[in-house]
């Protein structure tokens, strides 16, 4: 089984090759009645403390699904875009894969499929190499998005900014995340729709596990959020922490968001993000190394562990270490409408 993450392309000019990141996680099922499969189950019901009803419910045996499985590690890949194989390397010893393809003009044409709002993509196939050195049957289902070397892009925390989780409760948290349908922030896919009417293109930075990648993206596809691509967690059932602390670290999602601004030397980018965890701190040490590039920080502020007073008091503060106007805290997505940024011309 190959799971692709929905990804980018970036290209140095105009008449010069694409480069598409294709990337995913190659996993075999664990059989039914597996010791393995028997003690993943159990972890999950005794963190979530679910009765036989919610355990046997619809929505839980389909996330609990998304973990129940067995990395590959060491597995070649090759992908398969616009008729040519590429070779896409190794599976690692969590199972992921990631290569970077150089697409002439005239391939990129012919995989490209418009979305309408949601811009060009590359769609592309993935083949799992056997034993003999024979690829396996073909699995669709890749994507890569074509993004313009400037303009403007949102990279978007997705839990408590634009789905509603409640990170700060730990057993909310954990049944948001398992025994409960995802839920959109209100407005705010009319919001992000807007943006992207405006030529925004969109990066989500989450927290949430790799292993819900597919469930994401159909969520963000349901409540009409933008397509852009995933970056998530690596998480497995058996880390000392699980699911307790779905919250990456600060320093590894701030790495992530400075890796797509690298990428994109040229574009301006607007944070959007949470009071609930570090978005703020975060995103205020990316704009203090690469200011230049940073158009805006937006925080919705949430009820956490700390009072109302208390959140907002350290989001002043961080507001006073960058220059004025640059961070804009909001409570209801209708105020984001008319949003100035940072150094356009017109209100956002």
Same mark, same amino acid.
């Given at each position: 089984?190959?799971?692709?993450?929905?990804?980018?392309? $970036?290209?140095?000019?105009?008449?010069?090759?694409?480069?598409?990141?294709?990337?995913?996680?190659?996993?075999?099922?664990?059989?039914?009645?597996?010791?393995?499969?028997?003690?993943?189950?159990?972890?999950?019901?005794?963190?979530?403390?679910?009765?036989?009803?919610?355990?046997?419910?619809?929505?839980?045996?389909?996330? +609990?699904?998304?973990?129940?499985?067995?990395?590959?590690?060491?597995?070649? *890949? /090759? %992908?398969?875009?616009?008729?040519?194989?590429?070779?896409?390397?190794?599976? &690692? @010893?969590?199972?992921?894969?990631?290569?970077?393809?150089?697409?002439?003009?005239?391939?990129?044409?012919?995989?490209?499929?418009?979305?309408?709002? &949601?811009?060009?993509?590359?769609?592309?196939?993935?083949?799992? *190499?056997?034993?003999?050195?024979?690829?396996?049957?073909? $699995?669709?289902?890749?994507? %890569?998005?074509?993004?313009?070397?400037?303009?403007?892009?949102?990279?978007?925390?997705?839990?408590?900014?634009?789905?509603?989780?409640?990170?700060?409760?730990?057993?909310?948290?954990?049944?948001?995340?398992?025994? @409960?349908?995802?839920?959109?922030?209100?407005?705010?896919?009319?919001? #992000?729709?807007?943006?992207?009417?405006?030529? $925004?293109?969109?990066? #989500? %930075?989450?927290?949430?596990?790799?292993?819900?990648?597919?469930?994401?993206?159909?969520?963000?596809?349901?409540?009409?959020?933008?397509?852009?691509?995933?970056?998530?967690?690596?998480?497995?059932?058996?880390?000392?922490?699980?699911?307790?602390?779905?919250?990456?670290?600060?320093?590894?999602?701030?790495?992530?968001?400075?890796?797509?601004?690298?990428?994109?030397?040229?574009? /301006?980018?607007?944070?959007?993000?949470?009071?609930?965890?570090?978005?703020?701190?975060?995103?205020?040490?990316? +704009?203090?190394?690469?200011?230049?590039?940073?158009?805006?920080?937006?925080? @919705?502020?949430? &009820?956490?562990?700390?009072? /109302?007073?208390?959140?907002?008091?350290?989001?002043?503060?961080?507001?006073?270490?960058?220059?004025?106007?640059?961070? $804009?805290?909001?409570?209801?997505?209708?105020?984001?409408?008319?949003?100035?940024?940072?150094?356009?011309?017109?209100?956002?």
């Amino acid at each position: 089984m190959i799971a692709f993450f929905p990804t980018y392309a $970036t290209r140095e000019s105009a008449e010069g090759p694409w480069r598409a990141a294709v990337a995913g996680m190659v996993t075999r099922p664990l059989p039914l009645r597996s010791r393995r499969r028997t003690m993943a189950l159990a972890v999950l019901r005794r963190l979530l403390d679910l009765d036989a009803e919610q355990a046997g419910s619809e929505v839980f045996q389909r996330r +609990a699904e998304a973990f129940l499985f067995q990395r590959v590690v060491g597995q070649p *890949v /090759r %992908v398969s875009v616009a008729g040519r194989v590429y070779d896409a390397g190794q599976t &690692d @010893r969590t199972g992921h894969f990631h290569a970077v393809l150089d697409l002439d003009e005239a391939q990129v044409r012919e995989a490209t499929s418009n979305l309408g709002a &949601d811009g060009r993509w590359i769609t592309y196939e993935g083949l799992a *190499v056997d034993g003999d050195d024979h690829d396996a049957s073909p $699995t669709p289902g890749g994507r %890569v998005h074509l993004v313009d070397g400037t303009g403007l892009s949102v990279i978007s925390d997705i839990d408590d900014t634009v789905k509603e989780t409640n990170v700060a409760n730990r057993r909310e948290l954990l049944a948001n995340t398992f025994i @409960r349908e995802f839920r959109a922030v209100p407005g705010m896919a009319d919001v #992000y729709r807007a943006w992207q009417a405006r030529g $925004t293109t969109f990066h #989500y %930075v989450s927290a949430s596990p790799w292993q819900l990648a597919e469930c994401l993206e159909g969520f963000l596809g349901d409540v009409g959020l933008p397509a852009g691509s995933l970056h998530l967690k690596l998480f497995r059932l058996k880390d000392s922490t699980p699911l307790g602390r779905l919250p990456s670290r600060k320093r590894s999602k701030r790495r992530t968001i400075e890796r797509i601004m690298e990428e994109f030397p040229d574009r /301006r980018f607007l944070l959007v993000g949470d009071s609930g965890e570090r978005d703020p701190e975060v995103y205020a040490a990316v +704009a203090k190394r690469r200011g230049d590039q940073v158009a805006g920080i937006v925080i @919705r502020q949430v &009820d956490g562990k700390a009072s /109302r007073e208390k959140i907002r008091s350290r989001l002043d503060r961080l507001a006073r270490r960058l220059p004025p106007g640059r961070l $804009t805290v909001f409570n209801a997505a209708e105020e984001l409408q008319g949003l100035p940024v940072h150094g356009l011309s017109k209100a956002f």
